[in-house]
């Protein structure tokens, strides 16, 4: 099981001149930024002097395997990377205490966490961090598919260009951030350091922002077929029940699921749960103290492309909340017999050659 | 791991993952029998029956009578597909 003396591995993304390479520029220099114990990773740098910070330069080299699922896409330029870094760390008298990769611009983030959860040497010494997205304030919101996915993939987003956004001010920004991924923290450009250095640590942000959602069905853009689902309903009854339904969800449409989050009570450890996944990659669930008193509802958030959100809310009333839903039909009367659409029986084909 | 597909890599799964707390071991091991259950009624129509492992993962028996063992729920999926066995989905409709 993961402990929490490995290192954080932060990400920072956005779509083809978004500014992340200034995000990090400033974070680098500035007095409030990253010290010396952070790594960077990118795939090109700039002209700052960071001779004192760890930086390691490489291009993208992604193993796909044969299953065709990004997912399951190995970065295995960040293998070697991160070992090496890992090496550095153990050699410097000050050991790193957080690394920070920046994608390049048409990167999807999937297979770096898939990178980061599937290496056991990299289990014993990393885990995955926050996802940051640099939102272009200019853009029109006819978002190429890579824009959105690094979007939907977001823990928080930063709206850049805010200077140059005449016709998009910042509140038309936040909205379509909103609309697209509602669990998302926004925040201001001067606060992305510390902002990642206080999710090294496992904090309740990401957990008050669900809670605080309203339930919602959001569409992303005309140009799209993303749509957001915010689902306020009854906690799980079991975290079984949780698991099987949501296994079986991402495991059939698991391309279509471009993110979910999820705060759920826990009623046989009682505590609260967060889970959080990018396509079919899950996060290892995460329990919190929350102390929220006798409110038990579940925020369920999924960012899908193709899917109807509605189907989803109904899945989770019948599989999940069978016992407490009048009009559910139990678990053990579900008959999925010729029900596997096309698409399923094709990821799940592919994926059959590279199971074991 | 791609952590469903069960594709790459071993160890716990996802769904056994989190803060178990003092008595983790029992507490897997409650949730794996709870697991069980539940999928096997789940593929009842299936006539597969699911069966906590001890230690961690699944008994999977076919009507055939072959059986086989699996570390977590992204595997019995894959298992279904290797032998051709139709998938529940949650979005097919009832």
Same mark, same amino acid.
């Given at each position: 099981m993961r402990t929490r003396s490995t290192i954080p591995v932060h990400i920072l993304t956005g779509f083809l001149g978004s500014g992340k390479t200034t995000l990090l520029n400033h974070a680098l220099t500035s007095s409030s930024g990253f010290g010396a114990d952070t790594a960077i990773v990118v795939n090109e740098f700039g002209d700052v002097a960071l001779d004192q910070m760890f930086i390691q330069e490489r291009s993208e080299e992604t193993l796909v395997l044969k299953s065709g699922c990004i997912c399951c896409s190995i970065r295995t330029d960040l293998v070697s990377t991160l070992t090496q870094l890992a090496a550095m760390s153990d050699a410097r008298e000050r050991p790193l205490k957080r690394v920070v990769i920046e994608t390049s611009g048409i990167s999807d983030p999937a297979p770096i966490l898939t990178t980061l959860g599937s290496d056991f040497r990299l289990l014993t010494r990393f885990h995955l961090g926050a996802i940051v997205c640099a939102v272009d304030a200019t853009d029109d919101g006819s978002a190429r598919t890579e824009a959105v996915a690094q979007l939907a993939a977001a823990d928080a987003c930063i709206i850049t260009k805010l200077d140059l956004a005449e016709r998009q001010p910042e509140s038309s920004a936040e909205q379509c951030v909103h609309r697209l991924n509602p669990g998302a923290a926004i925040i201001p450009s001067n606060r992305f350091a510390s902002w990642i250095e206080s999710r090294d640590a496992p904090n309740r942000d990401m957990a008050d922002i669900l809670a605080s959602l309203k339930p919602q069905v959001a569409a992303f853009s005309s140009g799209h077929s993303v749509r957001s689902l915010v689902l306020r309903t009854a +906690? *799980?009854? +079991?975290w079984p029940r949780f698991a099987i339904w949501l296994s079986a969800l991402i495991f059939a449409h698991g391309d279509r699921i471009l993110r979910m989050k999820g705060l759920l009570y826990d009623q046989a450890r009682d505590t609260w749960l967060a889970v959080h996944g990018v396509r079919r990659f899950l996060h290892p669930p995460e329990h919190l103290q929350l102390g929220r008193g006798s409110m038990r509802d579940a925020s369920l958030v999924f960012i899908v492309d193709?899917?109807? *959100?509605a189907l989803i809310e109904r899945s989770y009333r019948q599989w999940v909340l069978a016992e407490s839903d009048p009009d559910a039909r139990p678990l053990a009367k579900i008959d999925a017999a010729d029900l596997v659409p096309e698409s399923t029986a094709m990821a799940l084909a592919m994926n059959e050659g590279v199971a074991r | 791991m791609c952590s469903l597909c069960g594709a790459l890599g071993r160890g716990l799964s996802w769904e056994q993952h989190g803060d178990l707390g003092d008595n983790g071991r029992w507490q897997l091991r409650r949730e794996a029998m709870e697991t069980a259950a539940a999928l096997s009624d789940l593929l009842a129509p299936r006539r597969i029956k699911v069966a906590a492992n001890p230690d961690h993962g699944f008994v999977v028996a076919f009507p055939t009578g072959g059986a086989e063992i699996v570390q977590s729920l992204g595997e019995i999926w894959h298992l279904l597909l290797r032998r051709k066995i139709p998938l529940p989905d949650p979005l097919a409709g009832l």
């Open positions: +906690s *799980p009854t +079991s193709g899917l109807d *959100p | -």
